[in-house]
């Protein structure tokens, strides 16, 4: 089996609504993101802080995105060495910031769904794939046994 395949068939082999929820995730992002404005509340304060917390997500997402290196190895340098998924941490942050930035539970509870689905969705189906291109080494590398930059 070809390494493609063997990628095409660890993606296929989850759920279609994992794989759709991950696919569709950004979409699904700009249908949410109308409703917050609609919905939110913000005060001065709210706002100010929370813009503050999501810049600081942004700044993660960005130290985390000049480390990556797609497909060519199991990256662990940079936030890799603390997290597993920092880009989806800095997206977690950044969802806490426009929550607090909004001053709204209904925006805090929906930013909370659609991240719990969509990046629950987006690890699995990345896993999955870093699994079938790296094999047991991903496993070993996902228990700790082997040591991150």
Request: overall charge positive.
């Amino acid at each position: 089996m070809t390494g493609v395949s063997r990628q095409s068939r660890a993606v296929s082999d989850a759920p279609i609504a994992t794989r759709l929820l991950a696919r569709f995730r950004v979409a699904l992002g700009w249908v949410f993101g109308p409703l917050v404005l609609l919905v939110a509340e913000p005060t001065t304060g709210s706002f100010a802080v929370g813009i503050a917390i999501a810049a600081a997500g942004e700044a993660l997402r960005f130290w985390a995105a000049g480390h990556l290196n797609k497909a060519r190895e199991v990256t662990s340098s940079g936030p890799y060495r603390w997290f597993s998924h920092p880009l989806y941490v800095g997206s977690s942050i950044i969802g806490l910031g426009v929550g607090i930035a909004s001053h709204s539970l209904i925006v805090i509870a929906m930013i909370a769904l659609y991240l719990g689905l969509t990046i629950t969705a987006a690890i699995k189906t990345e896993e999955a794939y870093l699994r079938s291109v790296f094999g047991e080494f991903y496993d070993r590398f996902k228990r700790g046994e082997i040591v991150r930059d």
